[in-house]
């Protein structure tokens, strides 16, 4: 695992558990968590669906008690001393009620008057959320994204240090989601402290300053993203073009040399490899020449199958774990991070 990010916390889990009564006996949500979230900068807090983020945060939030284990807000114990410490916090866990009938503005008014914030911040927090031009208009027209932006002006209009969002972007269309991760960036930036949960991997790569990954309840990995993406754990692919009657030949030496080869749009994907000039030099000795060769960076997707795809039920998923022998991984890299992001099966 990486080394944990050092400095000042905002968030502080130890040992967190929790479990849940169920049909077949007990079943685990979060399972020992240790969770550290610096202050300042956007966190993802990523793992697939069902590894225990919402548990954990609503276990923060004091609206699930945890069978074990402590957790601290700016070192304030929780949810003990929450009442010292949830004036400082902005959360959206489960979508907010707004009055359809009335404008953003009205209802952020309402709000406003509602935890005794000046009337003043509703426009600062609309302009930040980018709804100013919108503002007048009644909150049952608007799209999906324009309602999760209100809802995070809502968290704003005390000005909070830390600000938790649950996948805020799910069900968002790309714009949405580009919007909000514009937003989220843009509150990092300001020294506010972002926590950001979500089980697309790909869209919190590109805002996180450091993340936290988790599978099954556990912690897998976590630090910054450029270190984790640095870490190894990820997988490291060359993208190879030849010529089209090269390709067979081109596959066969490769394969012949060990490497993993997959065709993808006309081009080679090659996995296996610490060196990129092993594949030139291999297809030159055969004289074919490749007129392409482009290593693919490693992404947090890559990084988290790396870590957790070789896990069987039941097994310990901490620290990372390499399989010996058998076929080498599937490929997971890419260039450019993309913003259609990719999901992650379990
Ligand atoms: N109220 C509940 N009762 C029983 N089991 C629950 C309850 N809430 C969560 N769980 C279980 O706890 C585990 C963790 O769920 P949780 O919702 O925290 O995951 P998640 O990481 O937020 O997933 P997602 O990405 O789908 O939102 C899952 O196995 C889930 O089925
Ligand atoms: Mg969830």
Not at 49 to 60: A, D, F, Q
Not at 135 to 153: N, P
């Amino acid at each position: 695992m990486t080394a944990p990010v050092g400095g000042d916390l905002a968030i502080e889990t130890r040992g967190l558990r929790k479990t849940y009564r169920s049909v077949r006996g007990r079943a685990v949500g979060v399972e020992g968590l240790d969770l550290q979230v610096p202050v300042g900068g956007v966190h993802g807090f990523l793992g697939p669906n069902g590894s225990g983020k919402t548990t954990t945060i609503r276990m923060l939030l004091g609206l699930v008690r945890p069978d074990r284990g402590t957790a601290t807000i700016f070192g304030h114990p929780v949810p003990r001393r929450l009442p010292e410490v949830v004036g400082r916090v902005g959360a959206i866990v489960e979508s907010p009620k707004f009055f359809p009938a009335f404008s953003a503005r009205r209802n952020l008014s309402l709000l406003a008057d509602a935890i005794g914030t000046p009337r003043s911040r509703v426009d600062v927090v609309l302009d930040e959320v980018g709804l100013t031009g919108r503002a007048r208009d009644r909150y049952r027209t608007y799209s999906l994204g324009m309602k999760q932006r209100l809802a995070i002006a809502a968290t704003l209009l005390k000005d909070p240090d830390l600000l938790i969002f649950d996948e805020p972007t799910n069900g968002l269309d790309p714009a949405g989601i580009r919007e909000i991760r514009r937003t989220m960036r843009s509150l990092g930036d300001q020294g506010k402290t972002v926590l950001v949960s979500s089980h697309v991997l790909a869209e919190v790569e590109q805002i996180a300053d450091t993340v936290s990954i988790v599978a099954r309840g556990r912690l897998v990995a976590s630090g910054r993203v450029a270190d984790l993406l640095g870490s190894g754990a990820g997988s490291r692919a060359v993208r190879v073009r030849v010529a089209p009657d090269d390709v067979t030949i081109a596959t066969s030496v490769l394969e012949t040399g060990g490497l993993l080869v997959r065709r993808e749009h006309g081009a080679l994907l090659v996995e296996g490899l610490d060196d990129a000039g092993a594949v030139n030099r291999a297809l030159g000795e055969r004289g074919v020449w490749a007129h392409e060769l482009t290593p693919l960076q490693p992404d947090l997707e890559s990084v988290f199958l790396g870590l957790t795809q070789h896990e069987t039920p039941g097994a310990p998923t901490r620290g990372r774990r390499r399989r010996r022998g058998g076929p080498p991984d599937p490929p997971a890299a890419r260039e450019q991070p993309s913003d259609l992001a990719t999901e992650v099966g379990a």
